[in-house]
Protein backbone atom coordinates (compact mmCIF):
# COMPACT_ATOMS: atom_id res chain seq x y z
CA UNK A 1 0.00 0.00 0.00
CA UNK A 2 1.19 3.32 -1.00
CA UNK A 3 2.17 6.28 1.53
CA UNK A 4 1.99 8.75 -1.00
CA UNK A 5 -0.34 11.72 0.19
CA UNK A 6 -2.40 13.13 -2.11
CA UNK A 7 -0.20 15.64 -2.94
CA UNK A 8 2.55 13.00 -3.39
CA UNK A 9 0.42 11.78 -5.97
CA UNK A 10 -0.92 14.92 -7.82
CA UNK A 11 2.95 15.65 -8.25
CA UNK A 12 3.90 12.10 -9.86
CA UNK A 13 0.68 12.76 -11.98
CA UNK A 14 -1.18 9.62 -10.38
CA UNK A 15 -4.37 12.46 -9.55
CA UNK A 16 -5.11 15.38 -11.75
CA UNK A 17 -5.03 19.19 -10.70
CA UNK A 18 -5.19 22.84 -12.81
CA UNK A 19 -1.29 23.48 -12.38
CA UNK A 20 0.10 27.10 -12.85
CA UNK A 21 3.81 26.33 -12.30
CA UNK A 22 6.19 23.68 -12.10
CA UNK A 23 9.72 23.63 -11.83
CA UNK A 24 12.29 20.97 -10.87
CA UNK A 25 11.79 22.42 -6.65
CA UNK A 26 7.65 22.95 -6.25
CA UNK A 27 4.89 22.76 -8.33
CA UNK A 28 1.52 25.33 -7.84
CA UNK A 29 -2.08 24.58 -8.88
CA UNK A 30 -5.17 25.27 -7.54
CA UNK A 31 -6.95 24.26 -4.59
CA UNK A 32 -9.61 22.23 -5.30
CA UNK A 33 -11.71 23.69 -2.07
CA UNK A 34 -11.02 27.35 -2.86
CA UNK A 35 -11.93 29.62 -0.08
CA UNK A 36 -11.73 32.65 -1.63
CA UNK A 37 -11.77 33.76 -5.67
CA UNK A 38 -8.17 32.77 -5.90
CA UNK A 39 -7.37 29.90 -3.46
CA UNK A 40 -3.71 28.52 -4.85
CA UNK A 41 -1.09 25.95 -3.60
CA UNK A 42 2.02 26.00 -3.81
CA UNK A 43 4.44 22.84 -2.73
CA UNK A 44 7.31 21.16 -2.76
CA UNK A 45 8.29 18.19 -4.86
CA UNK A 46 10.55 17.11 -1.75
CA UNK A 47 7.70 15.16 0.96
CA UNK A 48 8.38 17.60 3.61
CA UNK A 49 5.35 16.90 6.17
CA UNK A 50 5.03 19.98 7.60
CA UNK A 51 7.21 23.11 8.92
CA UNK A 52 7.81 20.64 11.77
CA UNK A 53 9.91 18.16 9.97
CA UNK A 54 11.80 20.74 7.60
CA UNK A 55 16.20 20.60 8.53
CA UNK A 56 18.60 23.27 8.26
CA UNK A 57 19.39 21.47 4.33
CA UNK A 58 15.45 22.94 3.52
CA UNK A 59 16.18 26.51 3.58
CA UNK A 60 16.98 27.29 0.10
CA UNK A 61 14.22 25.45 -0.98
CA UNK A 62 11.57 27.20 1.77
CA UNK A 63 13.16 30.38 0.40
CA UNK A 64 12.65 29.11 -3.16
CA UNK A 65 8.96 28.23 -2.07
CA UNK A 66 8.10 32.13 -0.98
CA UNK A 67 9.36 33.39 -4.15
CA UNK A 68 7.26 31.14 -5.91
CA UNK A 69 4.08 32.33 -4.27
CA UNK A 70 4.96 35.77 -4.80
CA UNK A 71 5.77 35.38 -8.29
CA UNK A 72 2.70 33.22 -8.95
CA UNK A 73 0.15 35.98 -6.60
CA UNK A 74 1.41 38.66 -8.90
CA UNK A 75 0.81 36.68 -11.96
CA UNK A 76 -3.08 36.13 -10.78
CA UNK A 77 -2.88 40.09 -10.38
CA UNK A 78 -3.47 40.36 -6.51
CA UNK A 79 -2.48 43.35 -5.08
CA UNK A 80 -3.08 42.24 -1.38
CA UNK A 81 -3.26 38.05 -0.21
CA UNK A 82 -2.75 35.88 2.39
CA UNK A 83 0.01 32.71 2.88
CA UNK A 84 -1.23 30.43 5.28
CA UNK A 85 1.19 27.29 5.94
CA UNK A 86 -1.00 24.75 8.59
CA UNK A 87 1.28 22.93 10.80
CA UNK A 88 -0.57 20.33 12.40
CA UNK A 89 -3.75 18.75 12.92
CA UNK A 90 -4.73 21.82 15.54
CA UNK A 91 -3.86 24.24 13.67
CA UNK A 92 -6.09 22.95 10.42
CA UNK A 93 -3.27 21.22 8.31
CA UNK A 94 -5.11 18.04 6.40
CA UNK A 95 -2.67 17.02 4.16
CA UNK A 96 0.98 15.94 5.38
CA UNK A 97 2.98 17.39 2.89
CA UNK A 98 3.97 20.85 3.34
CA UNK A 99 2.32 23.50 1.35
CA UNK A 100 1.86 27.31 1.47
CA UNK A 101 -1.86 28.77 0.68
CA UNK A 102 -1.81 31.70 -1.41
CA UNK A 103 -5.56 33.05 -0.82
CA UNK A 104 -6.71 36.33 -2.09
CA UNK A 105 -9.38 38.08 -4.46
CA UNK A 106 -11.35 38.89 -1.49
CA UNK A 107 -11.02 40.88 1.86
CA UNK A 108 -9.64 38.63 4.16
CA UNK A 109 -10.30 39.26 8.14
CA UNK A 110 -7.94 38.98 10.92
CA UNK A 111 -7.19 36.66 13.53
CA UNK A 112 -8.45 34.09 11.80
CA UNK A 113 -10.26 31.18 13.20
P1 LIG B 1 -4.52 22.09 4.84
O1 LIG B 1 -5.89 22.00 5.45
O2 LIG B 1 -3.74 23.32 5.22
O3 LIG B 1 -3.74 20.82 5.02
O4 LIG B 1 -4.77 22.27 3.28
C1 LIG B 1 -5.01 21.22 2.42
C2 LIG B 1 -5.68 21.83 1.21
O5 LIG B 1 -5.58 20.91 0.15
C3 LIG B 1 -7.17 22.15 1.40
O6 LIG B 1 -7.40 23.52 1.17
C4 LIG B 1 -7.83 21.25 0.36
O7 LIG B 1 -8.96 21.86 -0.24
C5 LIG B 1 -6.72 21.04 -0.64
N1 LIG B 1 -6.82 19.82 -1.43
C6 LIG B 1 -7.06 18.55 -0.98
N2 LIG B 1 -7.08 17.69 -2.01
C7 LIG B 1 -6.81 18.42 -3.12
C8 LIG B 1 -6.71 18.11 -4.52
N3 LIG B 1 -6.85 16.85 -4.96
N4 LIG B 1 -6.45 19.11 -5.39
C9 LIG B 1 -6.29 20.37 -4.95
N5 LIG B 1 -6.38 20.74 -3.66
C10 LIG B 1 -6.65 19.78 -2.75
Same mark, same amino acid.
Given at each position: MSNKTVFGKIIDGEIPCEELYRDEFCLAFRD? *? +? &?? +?VHILVIP?? +? $?? @? $?? @?? *????QELLGHLLMTASKIAQKEGLENWRTVINTGEKAG &????HLHIHIIGGRELKWPPG
Open positions: I *Q +P &QA +PIK +P $LE @S $LK @SI *QEED &QTVF
